[in-house]
């Protein structure tokens, strides 16, 4: 492997670590963390943590250090470098680390953390809800592109639906567990259609995903699975799952919710946080823009509570979440470090934006 890849990157994408699979990851991350300087621990939850600095301002830099299942080879292509969670979300973890290893900011207390589960049912963020001290600032790390700025993201609500029924003769005119599966979707999708009239913008809109399905027999009864997911706009109120559960049941139809929904969340742009973000960017070259996700990260758990100074940001293309092609340039990667120092910077010295 080339000696100019930057080493935090290259040995967190050496370490696979799917959702619930990370503990080998942490430890490295934690291990590495040290080597820069960084006290680090693990902590409850399996999340590595590392701090440095001991300022009055409380800047949180906070990355998930799970991805999605599937091992992509690590390897360098010119500029590209592949692995699983390069731009989901490995790159802005490793960025985040580098930048604060970096940074000259005695007048901030800088802490990053890989939260584990991200991708799953995010046990490590759910676990910092409690057990952690609301931070000054709150960057939290997902592919934006090193000249864009994530300020919001949709909520979401998963569902389980189950058909179940006794076995009838093919031929016979009563819907089989399929196709009452398949009916109570079209359902969804027409309610969906309704609602969405006259919203444009994908982020205002529900959005439906039929996730997965199943059907089988034992030749006495039928059954039929499928697993959804509501992509929910903002305003939308998470009590539309219960809405969504009393529409689609049925005589041999149940629904339930699968774990609670989410709601969507915006940041604010005309705070110190996006300033700073602004003007790092703008140093660094680049020509800053503000992006609203269509997806849910742990910015939806954590930023309605603390209600402090939030955004997303981190190298990489979002198109490239979750696919066999994961890749990210080491060019933009250099950038965002670039950037994430500056942001640092301008955040340690207060003069230099209007609070």
């Known amino acids: ?33 040290q080597t820069l300087g960084m006290s680090a621990h693990v902590d409850a939850a399996g999340n590595a943590i590392g701090t440095i600095g001991a300022g009055a301002r409380h800047l949180l830099l906070l990355g998930h250090i799970d991805t999605v299942p599937g091992e992509i080879a690590v390897r360098v292509e010119g500029d590209l470098l592949y692995g699983r969670g390069a731009v989901d979300a490995k790159g802005a973890l490793a960025a985040f680390v580098d930048a ?86 079209q359902r969804l999708l027409q309610w969906a259609g309704e609602f969405n009239q ?14 997965s399905m199943h059907s089988e027999n034992d030749g006495l009864e039928e059954s039929a699975q499928l697993q959804i997911c509501l992509r929910l706009p903002e305003g939308l109120h998470t009590a539309v799952a219960d809405d969504v559960v009393r529409m689609l049941s049925g005589a041999e139809i149940t629904v339930a919710a699968s774990g609670a929904a989410l709601p969507a969340y915006r940041a604010g742009k005309n705070t110190p946080l996006v300033r700073a973000a602004l003007a790092a960017i703008r140093t660094a070259g680049g020509q800053p823009q503000f992006v609203l996700k269509t997806g849910t990260s742990d910015l939806n758990i954590l930023g309605p509570l603390w209600n402090c100074p939030a955004a997303a940001y981190g190298p990489g293309d979002s198109a490239l979440d979750h696919t066999p092609h994961e890749h990210l340039s080491l060019r933009e990667y250099a950038h965002s470090v670039a950037v994430l120092r500056g942001l640092i910077q301008g955040l340690a010295t207060p003069s230099s934006y209007s609070l």
């Open 1 to 33: 492997m080339r000696e100019d890849i930057p080493q935090t990157l290259l040995g967190l994408l050496r370490c696979h670590s799917p959702s619930g699979h990370e503990s080998a990851a942490v430890q490295w991350l934690v291990q590495h963390m």
């Open 100 to 185: 604060a290893a970096a940074a000259a900011a005695p007048e901030l207390t800088i802490t990053v953390i890989g939260a584990v589960g991200e991708e799953a049912a995010s046990p490590g963020a759910l676990h910092l809800r409690t057990n952690f001290a609301r931070p000054d600032f709150l960057l939290v790390g997902e592919p934006s592109g090193w000249e864009r700025i994530t300020l919001g993201y949709k909520g979401s609500a998963w569902f389980d639906l189950t058909v179940r029924r006794a076995i009838t003769h093919s031929a016979g005119e009563a819907a089989s567990a399929p196709e009452q599966a398949a009916a109570a979707w």
């Open 198 to 211: 006259g919203r444009e913008r994908t982020f205002d809109q529900v959005t439906p995903l039929l996730r």
